[in-house]
């Protein structure tokens, strides 16, 4: 069945670091595939999203590059902010379903001053 | 910017109690869902909903939960006699679409303790 497997954290970094946080996934058909943020005591948050090959997410300097070839779609930041820890749940939407999500475990980073 | 809202935010409840959480959806959104996370585990899907009618449900969505849409505005979850098992954050969500793609609305969630 369609799944997402992201990088186990936490991840610790030092501000201004560059982050990536992994994300592979299996489907069937094509996909759309997402990066959803959960901050601190708050809701899911769309990140960003892609929904064809080789499509770049952008948002708040966070990017994602939707690879078929390796079925990927690893998030980056160039240089991450105290204000960036939280939870991101890499997520794909079925093609066979109704717009369904099926999300990763989720990674947490924590960024340090 | 528009937003889906959920009450309550946190609930206690005994097992065996019946349970009603409730959402407003983006007003101009026409698909509705509900997901589940337990604590430390994955969101799941439970259900998606359109046009007063279940479009989609998991596994997990048994007979002990229903989805109704009352009126024009709310989207309510009812989980009829909770089990420990329930305890879990319950995530209520809308998209204008229902293709894949079209970006989910997710709300802040209702966390469910059952004891």
């Known amino acids: 069945g369609n799944s997402v497997t992201q990088m186990e954290g936490p991840v610790t970094l030092s501000e201004e670091a560059f982050l990536t946080i992994n994300c592979t996934y299996t489907a069937t058909g094509y996909p759309s595939l997402f990066w959803y943020v959960q901050y601190p005591g708050e809701g899911l948050q769309l990140l960003l999203k892609?929904?064809?090959?080789?499509d770049k997410g952008s948002n708040k300097g966070f990017e994602a590059t939707y690879r078929k070839e390796t079925t990927s779609f690893h998030l980056e930041k160039g240089s991450v902010q105290v204000s960036d820890s939280a939870v991101y749940f890499c997520?794909?939407?079925?093609?066979?379903?109704?717009?369904?999500?099926?999300f990763g475990a989720g990674t947490r980073l924590a960024v340090h001053p | 910017e528009p937003e889906v809202t959920q009450t309550p935010s946190h609930q206690v409840t005994q097992m065996g109690q019946e349970v009603i959480l409730r959402c407003v959806p983006i007003?101009?959104?026409?698909?509705f869902y509900w997901y589940r996370q337990i604590l430390g585990q994955k969101v799941e899907f439970l259900v998606s909903?359109?046009?007063?009618?279940?479009?989609?449900k998991s596994e997990i969505f048994d007979d002990q939960f229903s989805v109704e849409r009352p009126d024009g505005s709310n989207f309510t979850l009812k989980i009829r006699s909770t089990k420990l098992e329930d305890s879990a954050m319950y995530f209520c969500?809308?998209?204008?679409?229902?293709?894949?793609?079209?970006?989910?609305?997710f709300g802040e969630g209702s966390w469910l303790t059952v004891v």
């Open positions: 969500a809308s998209s204008e679409r229902g293709f894949t793609g079209n970006t989910i609305y």
């Open positions: 997520a794909l939407s079925d093609p066979g379903g109704y717009n369904k999500l099926i």
């Open positions: 007003s101009n959104h026409l698909y």
């Open positions: 892609a929904t064809k090959a080789d």
């Open positions: 909903f359109y046009n007063n009618e279940i479009s989609e």
